[in-house]
């Protein structure tokens, strides 16, 4: 079965994980595309995400279609992808100050300090090093939403994120070096479920395509997208993190996206981060200091 073949047959089923039938030249579908509005290093002003720090979203640096892609950051050390195509042990992530692909740029490698969320798709884990002062982190949803359409206080109708407009983001079709092979479009929140896919289930929110262009710069995920972020802009001007790319469906003839919704597991979320909280630079230099300390008295003993 070639590649073309492979891609047809995911995409008849009712629902595919991103990563199935991955095609080398997967990329995020932005309708009008343009690459100095979606590409982020292309480093234009027009960039549809310009106004944002970004230097929180990391990209691996193989340019294997096939490898995991995505890491971002919830904390100084913490990341959040996707389970099923979470990067390899000892794999480094690239993460840029700016979107200047010349600018300053941080590599970290992945720690074995890492775990599912529950059984979804969610995954988290550790930097073998803290991004530095300057580089950004996210929060994240933590409101519960437990049913789509409704009344009811925690349905999707009533929830902040009903029909909020969202950044996608994906792999790009433009050729870049793989660590800056980041694309962004467009979406509205328009629906959310509790699904199960293959060994994973969880809390989807959602976002249909259906090409009419009524959404500008429109986007659909393709395979290599999985572990990528969902944003939208939190009311200071600032990106939250709510969710996590995870599977494409149809529904009526249209194509939908999910991405893992986080609202509804943000302690666990949470716990981790507390778990493998990174000393504060003040508090590890009053430390030594004082072992330091410790160390004189105990010599002139």
């Known amino acids: 079965m070639n590649l073309l073949d492979c891609f047809q047959r995911c995409r008849s089923l009712v629902i595919i994980l991103l990563v199935t039938c991955i ?4 990329a995020i579908q932005i309708a009008n595309f343009d690459t100095l509005t979606n590409d982020r290093f292309a480093n ?10 970004l230097s929180g979203v990391g990209h691996n640096g193989t340019s294997d279609p096939l490898k995991p892609g995505w ?18 042990l000892g794999s480094s992530m690239t993460f840029y100050a700016s979107n200047d692909p010349n600018g300053t740029s941080v590599t970290r490698e992945i720690t074995s300090t890492r775990q ?11 930097l073998d090093a803290a991004l530095p002062s300057g580089f950004s982190f996210y929060d994240f949803a933590t409101e519960d939403i437990s049913t789509g359409p409704g009344s009811g206080p925690d349905s999707f109708s009533q929830s902040s994120y009903n029909e909020a407009n969202a950044y996608v983001f994906g792999r790009s079709p433009t050729s870049f070096p793989s660590s800056q092979n980041i694309a962004v479009g467009r979406n509205v929140l328009d629906n959310f479920v509790l699904r199960t896919v293959g060994a994973n289930s969880g809390a989807s929110i959602e976002a249909t395509s259906g090409g009419t262009g ?18 939208v802009e939190n009311g200071a001007g600032e990106l939250t993190i709510v969710g996590v790319n995870w599977l494409v469906t149809t529904s009526g003839g249209d194509d939908i996206f999910g991405a ?3 609202g509804n597991y943000d302690e666990d979320i949470q716990a ?3 778990a493998n909280l990174v000393p504060e630079p003040s508090s590890f230099a009053l430390l030594l200091i004082v072992a330091g300390g410790l160390l004189t008295l105990r010599r002139r003993a």
């Not at 234009?44 to 720090?53: E, G, K, L, R, T």
């Not at 599912?116 to 550790?126: K, R, S």
């Not at 959404?215 to 990528?228: H, N």
């Open 23 to 26: 095609s080398p030249l997967a």
């Open 44 to 53: 234009d002003d027009s960039f549809i995400a310009n106004q944002f720090d």
């Open 71 to 88: 890491a971002t950051m919830i904390s100084q050390n913490v990341y959040i992808t996707a389970d099923h195509f979470e990067p390899d």
């Open 116 to 126: 599912q969320i529950g059984g979804t798709d969610l995954f988290v884990g550790t």
């Open 214 to 231: 009524d959404v500008p710069f429109e986007a659909m995920l393709e395979g290599g997208d999985s572990g990528g972020p969902l944003f």
């Open 260 to 262: 893992s919704y986080l």
């Open 272 to 274: 981790f981060i507390d």
